[in-house]
């Protein structure tokens, strides 16, 4: 799970960095601010890479995509972004699990033959 969802988070890492470009363009946002959540995001996202393994980090992640989400009020294609970030979170959350399982269960037959 953790190569999936570190995927997921450091492709987010980037899509976050140019929305700030984006959102740079805006007037009435401040430059400053902007690269501010950005910042906390993108650092965020690499945080989470190392995270995504332990308590909570399912649920943190979950939290940076609802986030990516409500960006979309200041950079609105960051709506569809996302939303397709969102997906591919819960795609790499659920399929990673059921890797790890297959990897666990194909280990616990190596060690019984």
Same mark, same amino acid.
């Given at each position: 799970?953790?190569?999936?969802?570190?995927?997921?988070?450091?492709?987010?890492?980037?899509?976050?960095?140019?929305?700030?470009? =984006?959102?740079?363009?805006?007037?009435?946002?401040?430059?400053?601010?902007?690269?501010? $959540?950005?910042?906390?995001?993108?650092?965020?996202?690499? $945080?989470?890479?190392?995270?995504?393994?332990?308590?909570?980090? $399912?649920?943190?992640?979950?939290?940076?995509?609802?986030?990516?989400?409500?960006?979309?009020?200041? $950079?609105?294609?960051?709506?569809?972004?996302?939303?397709?970030?969102?997906?591919?979170?819960?795609?790499? =959350?659920?399929?990673?699990?059921?890797?790890?399982?297959?990897?666990?269960?194909?280990?616990?037959?190596?060690?019984a033959a």
């Amino acid at each position: 799970m953790r190569t999936l969802c570190s995927s997921t988070l450091i492709g987010e890492f980037f899509v976050i960095g140019f929305a700030g470009l =984006v959102a740079m363009k805006e007037p009435d946002l401040g430059m400053g601010t902007v690269w501010t $959540v950005s910042g906390i995001a993108m650092f965020l996202c690499l $945080v989470l890479c190392g995270l995504v393994t332990r308590p909570g980090g $399912v649920a943190l992640g979950w939290a940076l995509q609802l986030a990516l989400v409500a960006s979309g009020i200041f $950079v609105p294609m960051m709506y569809v972004l996302g939303v397709v970030f969102g997906a591919l979170w819960w795609a790499s =959350v659920h399929y990673g699990r059921k890797i790890d399982e297959a990897k666990a269960r194909f280990a616990a037959q190596a060690d019984a033959a």
